[in-house]
């Protein structure tokens, strides 16, 4: 079993940034894919971005391409989003995720095997 704890999430104005993190524990010595995903109100949840175990390799939604950063630190078993230029449309409850498949960096939510409690981002105009 894997815990993921997300954290960074709050109210920003618009053209603002956040960092997101999320600190994974249990069994952290397998070799996981992770991902974030949000889900807006009234909305299904849908990927935001996902980066592959060893190599790293990312994978964004396109819309977010160029304002959104996924990064990991396997050694601090840490995964983080960078959010810059942030828009109204970007608020929604944010969810870190972990794939037992390390290279899977798709956007099924049932191919990833854990989930954060997700954090709130909440961008005012």
């Known amino acids: 079993q894997v815990q993921l704890v997300e954290s960074g999430g709050g109210l920003v104005q618009a053209g603002g940034s956040l960092r997101l993190s999320c600190a994974a524990s249990?069994?952290?010595?397998?070799?996981?894919?992770m991902g974030w995903f949000r889900r807006a109100s009234g909305k299904e949840r849908e990927v935001v971005a996902a980066i592959s175990w060893r190599l790293g390799i990312t994978n964004y939604a396109d819309s977010l391409k160029g304002r959104f950063t996924i990064s990991r630190d396997n050694a601090k078993n840490t995964l983080y989003l960078q959010m810059n230029s942030l828009e109204p449309e970007d608020t929604a409850i944010y969810y870190c995720?972990?794939?037992?498949?390390?290279?899977?960096?798709?956007?099924?939510?049932?191919?990833?095997?854990?989930w954060g409690q997700g954090t709130q981002v909440t961008v005012s105009s």
């Open positions: 995720t972990a794939a037992t498949r390390s290279t899977y960096i798709g956007p099924r939510t049932d191919e990833y095997d854990y």
């Open positions: 249990g069994r952290t010595d397998s070799r996981y894919a």
